[in-house]
């Protein structure tokens, strides 16, 4: 059972934005930095975001990441079909000492 | 460019034990932490162990101490899981996974699949 919580899903048209949110506790978001990763349907995961809002060299500046608290939530603007995809949270659980990831959110491009 | 393939994964009864291997290349091996991280079919990511550069330091998630050791043999490039009494939950595809920063995994093998059951 995941400590950190996302929406299941959410979607938007076509070059819309579409905001995903990661909601945990002062043990792991709250006092670490968050990942964000897309898992393609079929494929390995994807690191999207680290350290709350940097981009690994690669990744177009339609995906953001922001951090508030013990909240965290990815941004796609711009979006596109080829955008549909699982995406996770992730961060250091510093009271569990154990890596942990959000319970996923689907994207569905309408 | 850094890359990681996962073996080892197969049909094992409960109670039975396997061990996978992630072989890794385009990388200084020693100098980077390594996980594991597991999905169920249908599921959301789970992340299992991770062990430091040196090997010095790992870490289980609580689904699986006790039964599964993560090691590291820096002169082959190599990181192991040895899965000891798997039990029907353990089925999965498990990916090796490796650091870039302490709490980002930057890249990822392509996954091996484990399945438990009789």
């Known amino acids: 059972q995941s400590v950190l919580t996302q929406p299941p899903s959410v979607s938007a048209a076509p070059g819309q934005k579409v905001t995903i949110s990661c909601s945990g506790s002062s043990s792991n978001i709250g006092n670490n930095y968050v990942s964000w990763y897309q898992q393609l349907p079929g494929t390995a995961p994807k690191l999207l975001i680290y350290?709350?809002?940097k981009r690994p060299s690669g990744i177009p500046d339609r995906f953001s990441g922001s951090k508030s608290g013990t909240s965290a939530t990815l941004g796609i603007t711009g979006l596109q079909t080829g955008d549909e995809a699982d995406y996770y949270c992730?961060?250091?659980?510093?009271?569990?000492?154990?890596?942990?990831f959000g319970t996923g959110t689907k994207v569905t491009v309408l | 460019e850094v890359q990681l393939l996962e073996s080892g994964g197969g049909l094992v009864q409960p109670g039975g034990s396997l061990r996978l291997s992630c072989a890794a290349s385009?990388?200084?091996?020693?100098?980077?932490?390594i996980n594991w991280v597991r999905q169920a079919p249908g599921k959301g990511l789970e992340w299992v162990s991770g062990i430091s550069g040196s090997g010095g330091r790992t870490y289980y998630a609580d689904s699986v101490k006790g039964r599964f050791t993560i090691s590291r043999d820096n002169s082959k490039n190599t990181l192991y899981l040895q899965m000891n009494s798997l039990r029907a939950e353990d089925t999965a595809v498990y990916y090796c996974?490796?650091?870039?920063?302490?709490?980002?995994?930057?890249?990822w093998g392509q996954g091996t699949l484990v399945t438990v059951s009789s």
């Open positions: 992730g961060t250091w659980d510093s009271s569990l000492s154990v890596y942990v």
């Open positions: 996974a490796k650091d870039v920063v302490d709490t980002a995994m930057g890249s």
């Open positions: 350290e709350n809002n």
């Open positions: 385009g990388l200084i091996f020693s100098n980077y932490a």
